[in-house]
């Protein structure tokens, strides 16, 4: 069991996560903890450094003279990679092509894994991901899984002016050997397609209500 609570939000590409992820962790006042960010942060520097994100060897021993730093500021998850700060390089389309790729590596996972987990000794968290009901914070009783019909996915992606293959990036995440992307079997299932941030929020509110760790006047 972590020190402190976790929402666990998982998903498939474009589905809603995020935008929900923080407008709920700012409601509750929780850190959000954006965890495909430290995939793609990783995706970044491989990159960066002219390698084939499919050489699982190259990879690691990048990784073994590189420093991970994931940090809370300003009540969200930052990801550096020696002193740096990615920004908005992180949704690039060279990173969105290979981030699945270097998500399957099982050493990669094992690393990040340990520094989500270590999220939750330090604060009340909202973290979304793909596996983080499944396999981060399986003890969590809180676990939703956002989804959306792929064409309103494909919709979403477009109208942030991004090209990725979401479709291509589900199927290496829900294929891969280690915490493949699953339903966790104690997830809430809601499907955004037909709903607004607002209102996928307010679902989330109201089964935490239920569950009784909100007031139901909150
Ligand atoms: O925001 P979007 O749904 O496009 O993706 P993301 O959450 O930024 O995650 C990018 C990629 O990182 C995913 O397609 C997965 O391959 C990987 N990922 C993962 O394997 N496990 C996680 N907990 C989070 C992300």
Known sequence: MSAHLVIAIDGPAASGKSSVARVLARRLG???????????????HVIGSHLDPS??????????????????????????INGVDPGAELQGEQVNRAVSTIATIPE??????????AYGEKADSVMEGRDIGSAVFPETP?????????????Q??????????????????????????VIAEDA???????????GVVGEIVGRLKLKGLLAADF
């Not at 990669?108 to 987990?117: E, F, H, K, T, Y």
């Not at 809180?142 to 494909?154: C, G, L, N, Q, T």
């Not at 979403?156 to 992307?181: C, E, F, H, W, Y």
């Open 55 to 80: 050489h699982s060897d190259a990879v690691l021993s990048l990784l073994e003279s590189t420093r991970i730093a994931c940090e809370i500021e300003a009540q969200e998850s930052v990801v550096r």
């Open 108 to 117: 990669v996972r094992r690393q990040l894994v340990a520094m989500q987990r």
């Open 142 to 154: 809180y676990k939703f899984y956002i989804d959306a019909s792929p064409e309103v996915r494909a």
């Open 30 to 44: 929780y850190v959000y903890v954006n965890t495909g960010a430290m995939y793609r942060a990783v995706t970044w």
């Open 156 to 181: 979403r992606r477009a109208k942030q002016g991004l090209q990725d293959s979401i479709l291509q990036r589900d199927k290496v995440d829900t294929s891969r050997r280690m915490s493949p992307l």
């Open 188 to 198: 809430h299932v809601i499907d955004s397609s037909h709903l607004t941030v607002d």
